[in-house]
Nanobody, 113 residues
Framework: QVQLVESGGGLVQPGGSLRLSCAASGFTFSTYAMSWYRQAPGKERELVARITSTGATTNYADSVKGRFTISRDNGKKMVYLQMNSLKPEDTAVYYC??????WGQGTQVTVSS
């Protein structure tokens, strides 16, 4: 069965960095686009970044462009989200999503001084 397991969240001060990881299993990872979404309290879940199956193309929400980088390692079946210059408004639960709609359980990111 498809499994997506996120890790790497935590508490960080404004301006800091975190790297989220998503470990995938149960499907042919290298053939699917992958995405990171986030959901802040009281808000709808939103797309943060997306990467194609080969990693050749990436897309970002305007709010994170220039600060976040999505990447993947098809050999390790991993997708990553490097988050730099974090802001309090980046506080949310971050989810990994496979292109056909499978979700991970999420990892909490809190940006606060």
């Amino acid at each position: 069965q498809v499994q997506l397991v996120e890790s790497g969240g935590g508490l960080v001060q404004p301006g800091g960095s975190l790297r989220l990881s998503c470990a995938a299993s149960g499907f042919t990872f290298s053939t699917y686009a992958m995405s990171w979404y986030r959901q802040a309290p009281g808000k709808e879940r939103e797309l943060v970044a997306r990467i194609t199956s080969t990693g050749a193309t990436t897309n970002y929400a305007d709010s994170v462009k220039g600060r976040f980088t999505i990447s993947r390692d098809n050999g390790k079946k991993m997708v990553y989200l490097q988050m730099n210059s974090l802001k309090p408004e980046d506080t949310a639960v971050y989810y990994c999503r496979q292109a056909t709609g499978y979700w991970g359980q999420g990892t909490q990111v809190t940006v606060s001084s």
